[in-house]
Nanobody, 125 residues
Framework: QVQLVESGGGLVQAGGSLRLSCTASVRTSSSSVMGWFRQAQGKEREFVAAITGNGGDTRYADSVKGRFTISRHNAKNTVYLQMNSLKPEDTAAYYC??????????????????WGKGTLVTVSS
């Protein structure tokens, strides 16, 4: 059983930055794809970013490309989401997820078993 715990959310002004962290309860192996999703109030949860086990492949939603960067530190069992140039529309609860397939991570979140409980990001205008 993998437990994922997010941290780093908070209130920031538009144009500011935040770095989210997600720490896994077990060693994140090279076969474990990690991802970030978000859900704004009244909206469906959406894919934000994903990274393969060795960090060699990263994917982003179009809405965050060029502003967000996903990275991981396997020795610390941690994945990060650096968010720059934040906009009010980035306001949401951000969730960490783990799966073995990057394609499932990107296109079939219903197939993901391991989720964190989320951390709230609020961007004020």
């Amino acid at each position: 059983q993998v437990q994922l715990v997010e941290s780093g959310g908070g209130l920031v002004q538009a144009g500011g930055s935040l770095r989210l962290s997600c720490t896994a309860s077990v060693r994140t192996s090279s076969s474990s794809v990690m991802g970030w999703f978000r859900q704004a109030q009244g909206k469906e949860r959406e894919f934000v970013a994903a990274i393969t086990g060795n960090g060699g492949d990263t994917r982003y939603a179009d809405s965050v490309k060029g502003r967000f960067t996903i990275s991981r530190h396997n020795a610390k069992n941690t994945v990060y989401l650096q968010m720059n140039s934040l906009k009010p529309e980035d306001t949401a609860a951000y969730y960490c997820a783990a799966h073995s397939s990057i394609w499932t991570m990107i296109s079939n979140q219903n197939g993901i078993v391991y989720w964190g409980k989320g951390t709230l990001v609020t961007v004020s205008s």
